[in-house]
């Protein structure tokens, strides 16, 4: 298995700031994923992240509200641009491992809350 | 209609009981994963299964392809068993994403 850890794990925000999220995994994974969960919904993908190339939106983000870096194989950044209270959310980190793309692990989540 | 649907929504228990969570999906998969989040929001990875049974500690995890359909099962739960359970699925094509269901919000009452 992958352990992920996320900073911050949790953080309160005012509108119109930015807040980024790092995602650290101990061992080196190809995909990594960024997914958003607001408040009472099920978790919804935000990207992919492959090192070394740029990130893969999904339909309703944009890389302008939502950055990512992946400068190697063990970190990713997510950036929440802008913020509105609308974003208020747990946004989760996920990883797939190099030997095994079936599986998929999570990370312990950072509960963002915008006033 | 969703690709994943889970039932029931909302369960609450007393502990010890056994409990059933059902998940059904209507695409062709090459994975079903059972996972749970606990209130802080962090998920854990259960079980992937492609086909039969998996089994570790008092969960048992079971699927049949045929029917589209997984149960999760927890034998003499506690109250630490409180969580909500995530069925979500890989389908065949564009193999990377997950698809979730809405989640079953689990509460077993000591």
């Known amino acids: 298995s992958a352990v992920i850890s996320q900073k911050p794990s949790r953080d309160i925000c005012q509108r119109g700031t930015s807040l980024t999220i790092q995602c650290q995994v101990d061992?080196?994974?190809?995909?990594m994923f960024w997914y958003r969960q607001q408040p009472g919904q099920s978790l919804t993908l935000i990207a992919t992240a492959n090192q070394g190339s740029e990130a893969t939106y999904e339909s309703g983000f944009v890389i302008d509200k939502f950055p990512i870096s992946r400068p190697n194989l063990t970190f990713s950044t997510l950036t929440v641009s802008n913020m509105s209270p609308e974003d208020s959310s747990i946004y989760l980190c996920?990883?797939?491992?190099?030997?095994?793309?079936?599986?998929?692990?999570f990370g312990p989540g950072t509960r963002l809350t915008v006033l | 209609k969703n690709e994943v649907e889970q039932s029931p929504q909302n369960l609450t228990a007393q502990e010890g009981e056994f409990i059933t969570i059902n998940c059904s999906y209507s695409v062709g998969i090459s994975a079903l994963h059972w996972l749970q989040q606990h209130p802080g929001g962090g998920i854990v990875s259960l079980f992937m299964?492609?086909?039969g049974k998996k089994k570790h500690g008092r969960l048992i995890a079971t699927i049949n392809i045929q029917e589209k359909h997984s149960s999760l099962h927890i034998t003499a739960s506690h109250p630490r068993d409180s969580a909500v359970y995530i069925c979500?699925?890989?389908?065949?094509?564009?193999?990377?994403?997950?698809?979730f269901g809405q989640g079953t919000r689990l509460t077993i009452n000591p």
């Open positions: 061992s080196q994974v190809t995909m």
């Open positions: 299964l492609s086909s």
């Open positions: 979500a699925v890989r389908g065949i094509q564009g193999a990377q994403k997950l698809v």
């Open positions: 996920s990883v797939s491992p190099l030997i095994s793309y079936n599986e998929q692990f």
